[in-house]
């Protein structure tokens, strides 16, 4: 990692402060200015690395939020998809931050075409898929939202519900990742980080393979 590629890649406390900054224009400027150039550099970092894991080309999609006329984002994120285009179609990799946390997920959401075929591959692999997660890997069924469901606290009918629900509802999501604590991010130097990412993405990558086995 370049110095300067150090730098950028490292997350301070306005990265995570800017979804505190009261309305829709001056929060955007705060998020332009200091956590999307971050996310940017998450994006060229990480992309490489997923498609060596995965050996297919992956290209990062900065959210822009060009659609909010009101509303100012409480969220931000980097994706990863097959598609140099965009990413809403396809299963793709999450990386982004809301004012508590940095997550990074891996999974569908209501946009594609193939959710449902998405989540008939998790249940049909369901075991595999648990072997494969960390326990403490949250399911997440609301990418909107910042609340995920650890795993091990899951029964097996609560699972299946939740992996039917993408199938059955039409704005329904499903992901699988980690949430990164902003309080021990902010301890991380780039390097630390970048092992950190790294280190959340490869069990995700192994899911990638699977689940796109069956689309």
Known sequence: ???????????????????AVPGLEARMGALKAHLRPKLTAI?????????????????????KHARRKTNPPT?????????????????SFLIGAW???????FGIIYESP???DFGRAIQREVTRVLDLLPSHYLLYPDYMKPEGTELQTLSKAEFEQLTTRVIEK?????????????EDVLKMSAE????????????????????VAHL
């Open 170 to 182: 039409k704005n329904a999501d499903l992901l699988f990742g980690v949430s990164l604590p902003r």
């Open 99 to 105: 004012q508590t946390h940095l997550f990074v997920q």
């Open 75 to 91: 969220d931000s994120w980097v994706a990863f998809s097959i598609d140099p285009r965009g990413y809403k179609k396809w299963p």
């Open 43 to 63: 994006g060229e970092y990480i992309a490489p690395f997923l498609t060596d894991l995965t050996q297919r080309p992956f290209y990062a999609h900065v959210a």
């Open 192 to 211: 630390q980080l970048g092992l950190q990412l790294q280190t959340a993405v490869k069990p995700l990558a192994q899911l990638y393979l699977l689940t």
């Open 1 to 19: 990692m370049t110095g300067d590629a150090a730098t950028i890649l490292q997350l301070h406390e306005e990265d995570f402060d800017v979804f």
């Open 114 to 116: 193939y959710k449902a």
